[in-house]
């Protein structure tokens, strides 16, 4: 038996991710646009329904596809918002699935025609992606997977002893260092 399945918690995907927009509408109207996604659900309270607490809110939902779903926050009544100033632009972003690098260049090509400035592909050894920024400053990463089952294996089989190692040195592993060589290679062609 596995340990997932003798976990007691029985996860099945995730329900929904959320952030918060500066503008439900604008948001809604942009995800829509420039990603395609359909807006399906609003909820709108005056008070939390975990707390309680006097705090007037618009949650938007929309369909990333498979189930997936994405929802975002607006607060009228709360400081602008911001982002965490300690932690560089890249590191916090949504990623999204497109189903190949045919895809990929199609929805680059698509959203730099909406204006939107854009960074890629870039190539990761078993993935490559594109980044942009959507209207509330959140950075929105398009992948398409293109590694063998026998990569993602390898990848599996050393994540442990990467994340030990890491934790002890704070130094990155070298356990997966053939993934650099592949997109070094890859740039060095283009």
């Not at 990623?95 to 045919?102: L, N, S």
Request: charged share 25%; with cysteine; aromatic share 10%.
């Amino acid at each position: 038996m596995t340990e997932a399945a003798a976990h007691p918690v029985k996860l099945g995907g995730v329900h929904h991710a959320a952030y918060r927009c500066k503008d439900a509408k604008e948001t809604v109207e942009w995800y829509g646009r420039v990603l395609g996604m359909d807006y399906t659900t609003a909820f709108a309270e005056d008070h939390v329904p975990s707390t309680g607490e006097y705090d007037p809110y618009m949650h938007v939902f929309l369909d990333a596809g498979n189930g997936n779903i994405l929802a975002f926050f607006e607060l009228p009544n709360q400081p602008d918002m911001g982002r965490d100033e300690n932690t560089p632009a890249w590191v916090q972003h949504l990623a999204f699935r497109v189903p190949d690098e045919e895809a990929l260049l199609a929805a680059k090509a698509h959203v730099e025609s909406e204006g939107i400035e854009v960074l890629g592909p870039t190539h990761h050894g078993i993935f490559k992606s594109i980044y942009f920024f959507d209207p509330n400053g959140h950075r929105v990463e398009l992948a398409a997977d293109i590694g063998t089952e026998e990569q993602y294996a390898e990848l599996k089989r050393v994540a442990p002893m990467m994340l030990d190692e890491w934790s002890e040195t704070k130094k990155a592993p070298r356990h997966a260092d053939w993934l650099h060589a592949i997109a070094r290679e890859e740039h060095a062609k283009s």
